[in-house]
């Protein structure tokens, strides 16, 4: 194997990251009967902004690309949760705007979020979630771009 690393570390690492995305994926679409985990993600996304996300807005928060996130907000939109509006300011910018139904599963999917993050810091040790973020951050580089739900964390934001 490339560079020597076939420990068995290195596979458990990568087979864990991808079971936790399926877990992840599960629990959205546990709660969320007819949406994806992703879905679910973008809903508590775009409710998290203070005003209106534009497409790229929403790519550079999910840390996807247009094209992804075009594709999650396209779903969204055909399933009823959003609209997109001309920009009064600048009618070059498309803007999100939740309907009704995507304001209710958007702020249930932000309150399921919250506890979901409460649990994790109840459970893990802070050190050990440190050290997991660092993991990922690594793993995000290895493969050229960037894991993340929701977008830059605090102590990582971006400053425009």
């Known amino acids: 194997m490339a560079g020597g690393h076939n420990e068995s570390v290195y596979y458990r690492v990568f087979d864990d990251a991808l079971a936790l995305s399926e877990k992840i994926e599960q629990m959205g ?7 994806t ?4 993600m ?3 996304m775009i409710r998290s902004f ?6 790229g807005d929403m ?3 999910a840390r996807c690309s247009h094209q992804n996130a075009k594709t999650v ?12 509006r001309l920009d009064e300011r600048d009618q070059r910018i498309l803007r999100i705007h939740l309907t009704e139904k995507g304001e209710s599963v958007g702020a249930r999917a932000l309150e399921e979020l919250d ?4 649990r994790i810091g109840e459970n893990i040790d802070h050190n050990a979630a440190e050290a997991f973020a660092d993991v990922i951050a690594e793993l995000s580089e290895a493969f050229g ?7 830059e964390s605090q102590d990582r934001a971006e400053t425009s």
């Open 59 to 61: 790519a550079r928060k």
């Open 145 to 151: 771009g960037t894991f993340s739900a929701m977008g």
């Open 50 to 55: 203070e005003e209106r996300p534009s497409l």
């Open 42 to 44: 973008f809903l508590a």
């Open 115 to 118: 506890k979901l993050i409460d």
């Open 29 to 35: 679409r546990k709660r969320f009967d007819e949406l």
């Open 73 to 84: 907000l396209a779903a969204l939109h055909k399933k009823g949760f959003l609209d997109f």
């Open 37 to 40: 985990g992703r879905q679910v």
